[in-house]
């Protein structure tokens, strides 16, 4: 009497089809014949999970229009980005990422979608695989002295200059940096192009990394937490251990305490 193989169980069925990426990959096409229920709801989530990828891929090529409309007449174009421009303290904060034309990271995209921990593990990835980054600030005392726009303007000037391969061209979320370079301005370009929002994301980081430790030198104001932001623990600070010199004074919020 011939007997039917055993299956495998669905743990071990679970574990060699984790990293399948192939919608047809001989093991998910055994897989969708295997009539047992719980064979039947694996091959359900791999195929979510697959089309969450599929999704997230496509996604992230659209963001790479801009990009390969220079690409393909071999010029050099980086994105820039800036964070820090609502915070009562602490520095505005910009970068310029140059991104090589084989970049295939899908889960970059603009910091503001991404949790912490994304963004965190994206740092790393961004500054290991693009061609150039660069970081470029302006202190609180320089905002005061400016205004917080010319102040975003000049740390983005320094971002690109700062670069250690010279870019053929600029694309910029929405504003005009002072330098002698064609720029494409783009209304929310962290969520249009891949290099703006690379650039969104080692700002964001790098200034977070840097509100905590101001948070280890000026204690109370919760810097750790709100990066800087007016938050109830922060304007609490504020009334108790009264301005930092890391505090914009031009800012509503410090300027009353400063005067009351």
């Known amino acids: ?5 055993k299956r495998p169980s ?3 069925l679970r574990e060699n089809l984790r990293t399948v990426s192939d919608p047809q990959d001989p093991q998910l096409i055994a897989l969708q014949a295997d009539p047992r229920k719980g064979a039947q709801q694996l091959v359900a989530t791999i195929q ?3 089309a969450r990828q599929a999704a997230a891929e496509a996604a992230f ?3 790479l229009h801009y990009e390969r409309r220079f690409w393909e007449r071999n010029l050099v174009v980086a994105g820039i980005d800036e964070v820090g421009r609502g915070p009562l303290a602490g520095p505005v904060v910009t970068s310029a990422v140059i991104l090589p034309p084989d970049f295939d990271v899908p889960l970059v995209n603009d910091s503001k979608q991404l949790t912490p921990q994304e963004r965190e593990r994206l740092y790393p990835i961004i500054l290991e695989r693009a061609q150039a980054v660069s970081i470029g600030a302006a202190s609180s005392a320089t ?3 400016l205004n917080i726009y010319q ?3 000049l740390a983005m000037q320094r971002a690109v200059l700062g670069l250690g391969l010279a870019p ?6 929405a504003m005009q940096i002072p330098v002698a370079l064609p720029q494409t301005r783009l209304i929310k370009g962290d969520a249009k192009s891949a290099s703006v929002a690379a650039a969104s994301i080692v700002a964001k980081v790098y200034r977070d990394h840097l509100m905590v430790s101001y948070d280890r030198i000026y204690p109370g104001y ?3 937490k709100n990066a800087g932001y007016g938050t109830a623990e922060h304007l609490a600070g504020l009334d108790k251990l009264g301005v930092t010199p890391i505090h914009r004074r031009s800012f509503s919020p410090v300027r009353q305490r400063i005067t009351d």
Do not use: K, S, Y
Not at 168 to 173: A, C, Q, S, T, Y
């Open 222 to 224: 919760g810097f750790a």
């Open 168 to 173: 053929d061209h600029l694309i910029v979320d």
């Open 143 to 145: 905002i005061d002295q």
């Open 48 to 50: 979510r999970r697959l």
């Open 61 to 63: 090529q659209e963001r």
């Open 1 to 5: 009497m011939t007997q039917t193989p």
């Open 151 to 153: 102040a975003t303007r």
């Open 10 to 12: 669905l743990a071990t």
